[in-house]
């Protein structure tokens, strides 16, 4: 049957009355998205989609990383930035327990995707823990710095992960920095990143199980949103080689 434009005005008032289940009423979406979540900036405007141009100027590129020792806790997020924009291009999520070997294999796959290498990176921030995999008293960033460096064929180390900024509210700052940006339009995720997605659209304050991609991102770029000014010297001019 053929229903009215008032008919179907009315449906979608009714469903604007219930945000959270909008897109699932009105659009068929499998996902909905959590009630009282924290960030609520991100929205469709700051999804990067297949066929979305990346920027023209020279970017650096970077990556995000939150290390655990059980399964989807592994986190690394493989981003770009400009002097204005950061974008989330990729991620590289555990599927088993991992070391330090199997997490820097993961990620050299990922940068190839895109068409670059270890030389290619501007910063790595690493979340500051022990490595309890395998090897406890040694620190996970030093260990995975040194198989990356071996495993892409470098008899030297040519990176460093630093540690993030961890200071009292940092937490608390980071996700209204990330929220903010969302809001301005500076920030961008990737539709490759689906478990960060799924984070954004469903963190409410406690969530633990969904903070480590979160913590990912708030790594590598908080330094970025807050000042938007990188003063690393090197930058390469990258030119993407894949992965989309």
Not at 138 to 165: S, W
Request: glycine content about 10%; overall charge negative.
């Amino acid at each position: 049957p053929w229903y009215s434009k008032d008919q179907v005005d009315k449906w979608i008032q009714e469903a604007k009355a219930a945000p959270w289940a909008y897109k699932q009423k009105i659009f068929g979406e499998w996902e909905g998205e959590t009630v009282g979540r924290i960030f609520t900036g991100f929205d469709e405007e700051c999804v990067l989609k297949p066929g979305d141009d990346l920027p023209d100027d020279d970017f650096f590129v970077g990556i995000g990383i939150d290390h655990g020792e059980s399964v989807g806790k592994q986190v690394a997020l493989l981003c770009i930035w400009t002097s204005s924009q950061f974008l989330v291009l990729d991620e590289v999520v555990s599927e088993t327990s991992t070391t330090p070997e199997m997490d820097a294999t993961a990620i050299l796959k990922c940068l190839r995707r895109w068409g670059w290498g270890l030389e290619d990176l501007t910063n790595i921030v690493g979340d500051i823990n022990s490595a309890g995999k395998a090897h406890a008293g040694h620190k996970v960033n030093e260990m995975l710095g040194n198989e990356l460096c071996k495993q892409a064929g470098y008899r030297r180390q040519i990176i460093t992960i630093n540690p993030p900024n961890k200071g009292k509210g940092s937490v608390e700052y980071g996700e209204k920095l990330l929220n903010a940006s969302f809001m301005r339009g500076q920030l961008k995720i990737s539709t490759k990143c689906k478990v960060l997605t799924h984070a954004l659209k469903h963190y409410t304050e406690g969530a633990e199980d969904l903070k480590h991609s979160l913590d990912a991102l708030r790594y590598i770029s908080q330094p970025i949103l807050e000042q938007w000014t990188v003063s690393l010297p090197g930058i390469n001019k990258i030119r993407i080689n894949g992965g989309r």
